[in-house]
Structures are given as structure tokens and as C-alpha cells.
């Protein structure tokens, strides 16, 4: 298994930036495939962006444009640039790892990861 601690939250108004950083520690092998989650109050969890080590990624439709995963595989770094930030983007933010190849795909969101952080919030509000 491997540990995952979210940083870089915070509180910003609407067109602000935001850099999230998922710091991976322990078996980062299982760290193949690594993506970004979102949480808000009363609504399902669902997918930001995702990444694989090989430099293939996959997007949300309403992050697209918006947001940047990329991942420092030497530091076991995954890192989400959030620009443009808009209200229905405050939520609970989650960083996940699995060890399966296959993650970037069309059907991306629906794929069930193993290792999940404790989440790093992001408000964005006048």
C-alpha cells in the first residue's frame, strides 16, 4: 500500500489559482496510475483528472481547459494546477493511486482506486 497526503488547499475568489500537491510515501509502485477526486457537501465523489505514469492524462469535462495534472514521478509527486476557479469547484479534493496500467481511458471515472489521501479542501467563494 501506499500513503498519500494532499497539500495546497485553501480559500480563493472565483478566477483564482490554486496548486494541489500529493506527496506518494511507502510502496509507491502502486503508484502507476494517479488521479484527482472531488468531493462537495451532499454530492457523489467524482473525477478530476488522472494520470499515468507514461504522461497519459484524462479530464473532466468541467475542469477541462481549467486545470493540469502532472506528476513528478522521481519525487512521487502528483500535482493539479487549478486555474480560473469557479464556485462549483469547492469541494473536498482527494488524490488516489492504484497500480493498473490501464486508468486514462474514456471510462476513467469509473475505475475504483485503492489508495486514497485524506483530502485537501478548496473553497472558492466572493
Known amino acids: 500500500q501506499v500513503r498519500l497526503v494532499e497539500s495546497g488547499g485553501g480559500s480563493v475568489q472565483p478566477g483564482g489559482s490554486l496548486r494541489l500537491s500529493c506527496a506518494a510515501s511507502?510502496?509507491?509502485?502502486?503508484?502507476?496510475?494517479m488521479a484527482w477526486y472531488r468531493q462537495a457537501p451532499g454530492k457523489e465523489r467524482e473525477g478530476v483528472a488522472v494520470?499515468?505514469?507514461?504522461?497519459?492524462?484524462n479530464y473532466a469535462d468541467s475542469v477541462k481547459g481549467r486545470f493540469t495534472i502532472s506528476r513528478d514521478n522521481a519525487k512521487n509527486t502528483l500535482y493539479l494546477q487549478m486555474v480560473s476557479l469557479k464556485p462549483e469547484d469547492t469541494a473536498m479534493y482527494y488524490c488516489?493511486?492504484?497500480?493498473?496500467?490501464?486508468?486514462?481511458?474514456?471510462?476513467?471515472?469509473?475505475?475504483?482506486?485503492?489508495?486514497w489521501g485524506q483530502g485537501t479542501q478548496v473553497t472558492v467563494s466572493s
Open positions: 511507502g510502496y509507491t509502485h502502486y503508484t502507476y496510475c
Open positions: 488516489a493511486a492504484d497500480s493498473r496500467r490501464d486508468c486514462t481511458g474514456s471510462s476513467w471515472t469509473t475505475l475504483g482506486y485503492f489508495n
Open positions: 494520470s499515468d505514469r507514461i504522461g497519459n492524462t
